[in-house]
Structures are given as C-alpha cells and as structure tokens.
C-alpha cells in the first residue's frame, strides 16, 4: 500500500539540513512539493542560494530517506522558481533556529529582533555575509558575543 | 529568434558569473581583513552558482551534447563572451572593490529587467539570481564609499582604479546585434534603456565616495562579442580550467 502524502513529508521533516542540522529540510522550505504520480512519487525542491553547496547534499539525503522507507519509484526534482524565501522557514524552524544560536530572518526590521544569547536589543551588523550564504555576523554591544543572523532572501 | 543567438546571450550572462566569480575566489585566504575574504568568497559563491545556471540553460538551448561543465572548463578565450571588466585583475584592494561596484550596480539592473523576459527560463534565473545581487551591491557600494572616503591612500588606490576601469563600463550598456535581437524578442532589456539608471547609481556611490569619473568618454569593447579579450583573460582560464585540461573528465 501506498504511504500517504502526509506521512511522507512527516518522514522528510526528520531530515536535517546539513549545515544547520537542528532544523530539517522541511523547516527551512526547502521541499516544494510531494506527490504520487500513479506509482512514483515526485518530490519537488528548490535551492536556498544559487550556489549554495548543501544542494546536492539535501537532494541526496532526501533520496536516501525516502529509499530507506521502502520508496523505489522516486523522482526529485530540483526547481528553481518560485524562488526560495526565508519567508518559507516555518515557526517550528525559526524557534529551533533561536535555539541553536542563530537569529531568525525577519522580514520587517530585516535585522535581528535581539542578542540570541543574552536577549539584548543593543545588536550591531559587523558583515552581511557570514560562515554560510545565508547568514550575516551581528554583534551584541551588551554581552559582547558575535552571533549569527539568518538574512532575509 | 536563431538559437545562436540565444545561445550567445546565454554564456554573456554565464561567463560575465562565472569570471568575475573566479576573480573573486582569487582573493580566499588573502583578503585585507577575516570579514572581507568571507564576504568575498561568498559572492564568488553566488555567482559561480548562477552561471552553473546559465551555462546549463546554455548547454540545453545549443543542443549539442554539451553541459555546464563543458561550457565552463573546455572552451578557450575566444569563445568567452563575458564583458572585459570582469576579467581584469584584482589588483589591489580598491581595485577589486572598484570592479565590483560597477558590476554589481549594472548586474541588479539587468537581472531587474530580466525577470520580465519572455522567455520564462531566463526570468526564472534572474528572480533567483536578483535577490542575491542585491545583498552584493550593498557591499560593493557601501565599501567604494568607505574607502573612497577614507583615507587620503585609500583615496587615492580608489581614485586609480576607477581611471582604470571606468573606460571598461560602456561595453555592458552599448547593443551589438545579439543583444538588440535578444530586445526585439522581448527576451532582455535593450542595454541602453539600462544608462540613465546605471549612471545615477554611480554617480550616487561616486559622489559619496569623493571620486571622480573620467570624463574622456573612450570606451573598450570585444570581450562579449568574443572580438578581442584582454591578455589577462588566457592567463585566468590557466589556472581555472587546468585540472580539467590535465585531466580531463575528472571527478572527486
């Protein structure tokens, strides 16, 4: 018997992102779409940056997890519009982001909200670019820690 | 619209990425300070992601069993259709900075145009590639001014580099017969409706920079059209495609 659809995407959010493995690849908005198509089933994924190098790594792992639950018929497909947003990262994705010390995206002060550690508002930018594409360095002027911050994209 | 031509278009997109992306990565592990090299590594990062974009749309619109990898590591120089400006050196600090600036500012332009084209591939690359550039011409800008209006040393290596590189500017904003068949086919922008909103860009960072354009008007041209690439080009593609050229079909 077929596996649902909603069972399948229950399977992918145990899958990590792996850069930022707290949150998983549904998290982050990653996986577009999942459906059957008679007896395969199409998986739809979109890449964060153009040539951010965890794609293929995503598209590899999802396959292997798919597979390992009984999966033959596979086909993931990688798309690149709509383009991807960090508007997509679900608020299960953006706490656990918090959680693991990186600021979460926010779209209206396109700054981080506070100092992941010590909670302060007395941040400062130092480069919008960071350890990975998708993140800037910050600074917290009240505890003094550099952190992380999730860009807006 | 001939496929050729598409084609052509295609690697100027691709090949202007893939260039000045190796420029940059030139610079990893050297940059002037830790937050610059990542900075600039990261947006070599970002363009050598698009042009695996544009050079694999490329690769399909030729139709010739070629792919991205081949476009990319097995041509020569004179097959390159990038703009002379992305292939000139780094230089010093300024100059890579300069380079960059003026890229970028006309690169968000274009890529703004283009996710109206009609032809929905290349609209969906630029809607990806847009929001990416953004970020790279904020950078490039706000450090053209901060250095520009620096010191009377950084100053004066940015007031250098732009007598430099200005003259290379007017290739990216002048048609040839490929681009203004691309226009009538409402597949990209025609480059000098582009001017007016590069000009006043530059300008902007320009005059908060402190620097001044040269105002001589002599422009150099035939990097995208393949006519005449500058020396400096053969000497990047040595280093860049050497692993494939020795090796060829290599993996890891």
Not at chain 1, 22 to 48: C, E, F, M, Q
Not at chain 1, 52 to 72: Q, Y
Not at chain 2, 12 to 34: F, I, K, Q, T, Y
Not at chain 2, 144 to 158: V, W
């Amino acid at each position: 018997m077929q596996p649902s659809v909603n069972e399948i995407w229950q399977w992918l959010e145990g899958v990590p992102d792996p850069e930022i493995p707290v949150v998983s690849v549904v998290d982050l908005g990653i996986v577009r779409s999942v459906a059957w198509n008679g007896d395969r089933l199409d998986v739809g994924l979109t890449p964060t940056y153009s040539g951010c190098p965890a794609t293929s790594v995503i598209s590899r792992d999802v396959e292997t997890a798919l597979r390992d639950r009984g999966i033959e018929k596979l086909a993931v497909e990688t798309k690149l519009s709509p383009p991807w947003t960090t508007d997509w990262i679900s608020d299960k994705g953006r706490a656990k982001l918090l959680d693991y010390g990186i600021a979460p995206p926010d779209p209206v002060t396109r700054g981080p909200k506070a100092c992941p550690y010590c909670k302060s508002d007395n941040v400062h930018l130092i480069s919008q670019f960071g350890s990975t594409p998708c993140k800037a360095q910050w600074r917290c002027g009240s505890c003094l820690e550099p952190f992380d911050y999730f860009k807006c994209l | 619209m001939s496929g050729d031509l598409k084609f052509q278009f295609l690697c100027r997109m691709g090949d202007n990425a893939l260039v000045l992306g190796h420029r940059l990565s030139e610079w990893c592990g050297h940059a002037p300070m830790l937050e610059e090299d990542i900075a600039t590594a990261n947006t070599a990062l970002d363009l050598i992601g698009q042009a695996t974009n544009w050079l694999t749309l490329a690769a399909d619109v030729e139709g010739a069993g070629r792919k991205a990898d081949d476009l990319a590591m097995l041509r020569d120089a004179w097959d390159f259709r990038n703009v002379l400006l992305v292939e000139q050196p780094n230089g010093d600090f300024g100059q890579t900075i300069t380079r960059q600036m003026l890229f970028d500012q006309w690169h968000l332009l274009m890529l703004q145009a283009l996710e109206t084209s009609t032809f929905e591939p290349v609209a969906e690359i630029a809607a990806k590639s847009v929001k990416e550039v953004t970020y790279h011409a904020e950078r490039s800008s706000d450090l053209a001014i901060r250095l520009g209006d620096g010191t009377q040393e950084s100053r004066g290596k940015m007031q250098a580099a732009l007598d430099l590189l200005y003259p290379y500017c007017g290739e990216m904003l002048k048609s040839d017969e490929v681009d203004a068949a691309l226009a009538d086919a409402g597949i990209a922008p025609r480059l000098e409706k582009l001017a007016p909103d590069y000009h006043a860009a530059i300008g902007d960072v320009l005059d908060a920079a402190t620097l001044t354009a040269p105002t001589h008007g002599f422009i150099q041209t035939g990097g995208k059209s393949g006519r005449m690439h500058s020396e400096h080009l053969g000497h990047m593609l040595c280093v860049m495609q050497n692993l494939q050229r020795s090796y060829p079909g290599a993996q890891w």
